[in-house]
């Protein structure tokens, strides 16, 4: 499903979670789904908690593990909060699984779509904007590799 | 048995309190971190800016005069609030912050020797800890901290006994902000005048809760905020003996500061304000002095009766939430709960209480220390002012309760 690795691919997945999350009325809703989402994504290996995974600037903890190249990127992360691990899901299915110079022409209009825009605020220091400057400075590194 | 003490007739002199969030009725639990102001410290800001702006003890024309009584009237009314024996000994500051940092270069720093210690406590803010970190790396003295119980109580005679000849000062909070502990701060006194150690006591989170008075702890500094005691951000104080505050250098130079200068030596004026350089925050120390008046008709007694009363139902109330941790027992504590869902972040939980309409912090709370003796990265917490009532803490329950299910 996401072995498209081009912006097309990725814009694709940010028209498919903004659809998502139209159906649902109250924050609860959208609260639900977006933990849920969290919980369902892969195991994250507890030996990857280690200090060099962790993205700075969260007030939760946040591992990051990137792997592949620039023409394929895949990102693993995991979060100890319920909210950030869903945002993290969000975030995956747009930028995992892109080529890098795909990862750097997406901007994540997603989560101003689906009212969860207060998460990407720099003071909220949550981990999502510094999550996407984490992927993005790989991308951006494997390219000029 | 219930007080007469009706939190609904203070609460309409609170402008912010009217209002929503998330289309919920606020309910602002978050008093620890800044209290909420009354439409009098508002105003007294207000008023200042509209009618009388002018700086400080440097103008004799009217305005000059105005601003000048308005804002040394502050500094009497929070030397009387705390019972400062003298005005003189009430050095103004930004907040508890500056005023630690000012004890710690100008007190401390000269004094230090290598192998010296400053003893605090385990439940330091971290405004308490680093300040004393600074100074002792400059100096080769380092900082100790006395151990607590699981209640979240300070071990006094583990306290008594790292009193050493090699301490020098004594840190200690009045109030803890993360558990709410009530330190019994006039016996640490006594244990420290016996050595004669210096203490000093961090009373940010004391101020806005109980009858402080200075004299009667015995302590030798006392640090204060003015934006927890319904005050303006930006103000609170340093009350210290007379003989420290002689003996201090001043920690920052420049005007207002001096009685004369030239460049073969300058005089430095009499304390306080060898120690406040620069203007002041004049609007905010007139705000505070608003607050102080305010505060004192409510009644500071009444007030500490009220959150008593309202703790206990708390506290109480918060049992019933299934998985709930409470961290912090102390036998006395302030309106203060530091709490935990299992298996829940404390962020997960203050994210999701907003949209039900309540504050609540959530976070270390410039803690680490005591976020290691209690073995997580993060709590939430719940504190509370006179002006919250009972059925703000059934909101905030039934909240919690609707948050543990979407998460847990």
Redesign the interface.
């Given at each position: 499903m996401s072995q498209e690795t081009t912006a097309a691919a990725a814009a694709a997945a940010q028209d498919t979670i903004v659809d998502e999350f139209a159906f649902f009325g109250d924050w609860t809703e959208r609260y639900q789904y977006l933990i849920d989402l969290g919980r369902k994504l892969p195991p994250f290996p507890e030996e990857w908690k280690t200090e060099a995974h962790k993205v700075h600037g969260c007030q939760s903890q946040v591992w990051l593990v990137p792997s592949g190249s620039a023409e394929r990127l895949e990102f693993a992360a995991s979060s100890d909060s319920s909210i950030v691990t869903g945002l993290i899901a969000l975030l995956l299915r747009v930028y995992s699984g892109r080529s890098a110079a795909a990862i750097l022409a997406t901007e994540p209009r997603f989560v101003d779509a689906i009212g969860l825009a207060k998460h990407l605020s720099p003071t909220r220091s949550n981990g999502l904007a510094a999550m996407l400057k984490t992927i993005q400075q790989y991308a951006r590194s494997v390219s000029a590799g | 048995m219930s007080s007469a003490f009706d939190p609904q007739r203070w609460r309409a002199d609170f402008p912010v309190l009217r209002r929503s969030v998330?289309g919920k009725p606020l309910v602002y639990f978050d008093n620890a971190n800044t209290a909420q102001k009354p439409q009098a410290v508002v105003d007294a800001v207000d008023g200042y800016y509209r009618e009388y702006t002018a700086n400080v003890a440097r103008a004799v024309h009217s305005l000059g005069e105005q601003a000048t009584a308005a804002y040394e009237g502050a500094r009497d009314k929070l030397a009387r609030f705390l019972n400062v024996p003298s005005r003189d000994q009430l050095v103004l500051t930004s907040g508890t912050t500056q005023a630690i940092n000012l004890v710690a270069y100008s007190y401390a720093l000269p004094r230090l020797q290598p192998g010296d210690e400053i003893l605090v406590t385990q439940m330091e803010h971290h405004a308490n800890i680093v300040p004393w970190q600074l100074v002792a790396a400059r100096s080769g003295a380092s900082v100790k901290a006395a151990p607590i119980s699981a209640d979240g109580e300070l071990l006094l005679d583990r306290f008594e006994a790292m009193l050493t000849p090699k301490v020098k000062l004594a840190a200690v909070a009045h109030v803890s902000n993360v558990i709410g502990t009530v330190n019994p701060v006039a016996e640490i006194a006594r244990l420290c005048r016996a050595r004669g150690i210096p203490l000093l006591v961090d009373g940010s989170q004391a101020c806005p809760h109980q009858r402080v008075d200075v004299q009667a702890l015995g302590c030798d500094f006392y640090a204060m905020t003015g934006h927890k005691l319904f005050g303006p951000t930006g103000t609170g104080a340093l009350w210290a003996k007379r003989e420290h505050l002689d003996a201090m250098p001043p920690f920052f130079g420049g005007g207002e500061m001096i009685r004369t200068v030239s460049f073969d030596g300058t005089v430095f004026a009499d304390p306080p304000h060898k120690f406040e350089a620069g203007t002041p925050n004049i609007a905010g120390f007139i705000g505070l002095g608003a607050a102080i008046d305010y505060v004192e008709n409510v009644g500071i007694a009444a007030i500490q009766a009220y959150e008593a009363e309202l703790l206990a139902y708390a506290t109480e109330a918060l049992q019933s939430v299934p998985g709930l941790r409470l961290f912090g027992r102390a036998r006395q504590r302030a309106a203060v709960m530091s709490f935990l869902i299992e298996g829940?972040?404390a962020?997960?939980v203050a994210?999701?209480l907003d949209?039900e309409g309540v504050a609540v912090r959530?976070?270390h709370h410039c803690a680490h220390p005591l976020m290691q003796f209690f073995g997580v990265?993060?709590t939430a917490r719940a504190s509370l002012a006179f002006y919250n009532t009972r059925e703000e803490v059934d909101a905030f329950v039934r909240a919690l309760d609707?948050v543990r299910r979407?998460?847990a």
């Open positions: - | 998330h829940v972040h962020h997960d994210t999701l949209h959530s976070g990265p993060a609707k979407l998460l």
